[in-house]
């Protein structure tokens, strides 16, 4: 897994030398302390961490760095903060799509799909092409497309996919459908629910 520096640490310490170097400039009164905070908060260390290694709270260091009237010779090395490393993302999977043929085919089926029922014979053969175009469906679920590209392509929701797939028997139904008995039922059947 490769890991970039991307963001500051919220929480920093100052390595101890820096520290060290910082406190005993404080404590001369050396000058040259407002330019080192001006170096280390552009090297991106936090105004709390540099408070702490000198013994003063996180304001004091930010007004010693707005009086500080500027660079005007070399600038102090002060080391670099310490980064978070973030790791990258998976690039997203390329989404699979319908070929335009087997998209109109399906438009096709889906119409006469419709307008099966449960009173309609087992062996009608709009019942046929029904079942028929649930494999199909089930098989390019299978294949990866998503139920969505193939709702979309249809101009249905993905919901009247995914009933149509439980109703078949390629997906389990619905907790609220499981209870209800699709296939093989009769009008005048005392099983069948309405």
Known sequence: MTTATAYLIRYQVVPAGFGTTLAAMRAGGDPRLDAYLVAAVSRGW???????????????????????????????????????????????????????EMAEKL????????????????DDPARRVSEEFAAICADLVAQGVSVYTIAK?????????????????????????GRFPYRNRKIGDPERVA
């Open 46 to 100: 936090t105004l709390t961490a540099l408070g702490d290694a000198l013994g003063i709270t996180r304001e004091g260091v930010r007004l010693r760095c707005l009086k500080f009237p500027g660079f005007i010779g070399e600038v102090p090395d002060v080391p670099e903060a310490p980064r978070k490393p973030v790791a990258h993302r998976p690039p997203r999977r390329q989404r699979l799509l319908i070929k335009p």
């Open 107 to 122: 438009r096709q089926m889906q119409a006469v799909a419709a307008t099966v029922n449960g009173g309609m014979a087992t």
């Open 153 to 177: 392509t249809l101009g249905v929701t993905d919901g009247a996919i995914f009933f149509r797939l439980a109703r078949h028997g390629y997906r389990p139904p619905a907790p609220s459908q």
